[in-house]
């Protein structure tokens, strides 16, 4: 996601720029088939609206920003997994909290007289140590399922701003 939700690979500047100079040179066949060979989110949208021109622009308008939530979709499929972990992560947490103090009032009911000090410390380190894991995995998941969401929108919106621009100077 790191690699995929960057602005210059969802909108790479040179396919921009080299889609404008074909338009404003008339080269529309050359242009269409620049776009069929570019799999970058803009490359993506521009294609599904070119392919709908003949049709009208607001038919074109109406396949960009069909390809645009298909797009955004396949890519937030992948960003959800990171909120299921943050979800997750804390529950985790607690089963190995619950577990471990299960086993530390197993050694009291255990102990004839004076329960020994340091097997419950270790059943209660044992429980905060999971408990500080499954909190550990939860943040950074929490933190980067919102900062690829948000790109994500950015980027979204963006793209379809962009094709929306492109496509009308044709």
């Known amino acids: 996601l790191l690699l995929d939700l960057r ?93 471990g103090m299960v086993g530390a009032f197993r050694k009291l009911g255990e102990a004839a007289g004076a329960p020994d000090a340091g097997l419950l410390a270790g059943e209660i380190s044992h429980a905060l140590v999971v408990t500080l894991v499954g909190v550990a995995v939860a943040v950074p998941a929490i933190f980067f399922f919102t900062m690829f969401k948000n790109r994500l929108t950015s980027i979204s919106v963006n793209a379809a701003n962009l094709a929306d621009d492109l496509l009308t100077q044709m």
């Open 7 to 99: 602005p210059g690979e969802a909108v790479p500047p040179s396919f921009v720029e080299e889609f404008t100079e074909m338009v404003n040179k008339r080269q529309f066949k050359q242009a269409f088939e620049l776009c069929r060979n570019e799999t970058s989110f803009i490359g993506r949208v521009l294609t599904a609206g070119m392919g709908r021109l003949q049709y009208g622009i607001e038919d074109a308008r109406e396949a960009m920003a069909q390809m645009t939530e298909s797009v955004k979709s396949g890519k937030d499929s992948w960003i959800s997994y990171l909120g299921v972990v943050g979800t997750l992560g804390p529950l985790l947490g607690l089963v190995g909290t619950v577990s």
